[in-house]
């Protein structure tokens, strides 16, 4: 099916632009961009070298996908931002491509970008993350699946956040956000297991409570956070979610967020 591109459109005809793809007057794209099947890009988003977008993404006005990253590193590299299948983007986003030109900024599916979202160089995002209006996550974090950041949140360099995390309005961390869980508050702590939103993906009773059981070893106990994850490990029944939160916490670099 061929694509609706307005005249009013500033796109090089060196970019790669799927099928059945509209794009309104006066967006700009790029020489070295592809724009998957299926896309709709909104007036003035501006898709900028490096980009590579996937099926079905909207991305609305303002936006701008493949920005320079702001890197006091970077030195023209060409970097590529990789942004996969059916992401809503909303009006005034900005994304950095990465560093370095073996580096890459990435975005999964299915995420949902709300209103003034930042996301800086060489940060990793899974698949079906809700980014409220106006967060702002720094370069080199890694975000996992189903994490749902309130407005404003702001995520410092090199953080790591979990799987079906809950972070709430407002919340500034620079530590790791354990899968999971609600982190809340400033200075962040520890808020709970995100029970609610484990059940809405159908996380059964039992396992919710091992989970509970687990992180209270890891916030609540009297010995150090490894050495908590090794109780984890001996005592509470094991299956893919206390896998997840025991490998989490081991590969950390930063820490954990702490309880209190």
């Keep these: 099916m061929m694509s609706n591109i307005s005249d009013k459109a500033l796109v090089s005809p060196r970019a790669k ?7 309104y007057p006066f967006a700009y794209i790029e020489d070295d961009v592809v724009v ?6 909104y007036p003035y988003v501006s898709i900028m070298n490096g980009t590579r977008l996937g099926n079905g993404n909207k991305v609305f006005q303002n936006t701008v996908l493949g920005a ?16 996969g299948d059916e992401n809503i983007i909303r009006e005034n986003v900005v ?15 299915r995420n949902f970008l709300m209103e003034g979202v930042h996301i800086s160089h060489d940060t ?16 080199d974090c890694e975000i996992g699946d189903r994490t749902i950041f309130s407005s404003g949140v702001i995520a410092n360099p090199g953080a ?3 799987d079906a995390v809950m972070i709430q309005s407002g919340t500034r961390f620079s530590k790791d956000v354990p899968p999971f869980i609600v982190a809340t508050d400033n200075p962040v702590r520890y808020g709970g297991v995100n029970s609610t939103i484990l059940r809405n993906y159908d996380v059964d009773e039992k396992t919710i409570a091992h989970i ?3 992180y209270r070893l890891i916030f609540h106990g009297q010995t150090s956070v490894f050495d908590a994850v090794n ?3 001996d005592q509470v029944p094991d299956g893919p979610e206390i896998q997840n939160i025991v490998n989490f916490i081991r590969a950390t670099k930063l820490g954990i967020i702490s309880k209190m």
């Design 17 to 23: 632009i799927g099928n059945n793809v509209t794009i």
């Design 36 to 41: 998957g099947d299926n896309c709709v890009i």
């Design 160 to 162: 790591r956040v979990g």
């Design 212 to 214: 509970a059981n687990a």
């Design 95 to 109: 994304i950095n491509r990465a560093t370095f030109s073996d580096g890459k900024t990435v975005i999964g599916n």
């Design 231 to 233: 109780q984890v490990v």
């Design 124 to 139: 990793k995002i899974g698949t079906m993350n809700v980014f409220g209006y106006g967060t702002k996550i720094a370069g």
């Design 68 to 83: 320079e990253p702001q890197d006091f590193n970077y030195r023209g590299d060409a970097s590529q931002l990789i942004i």
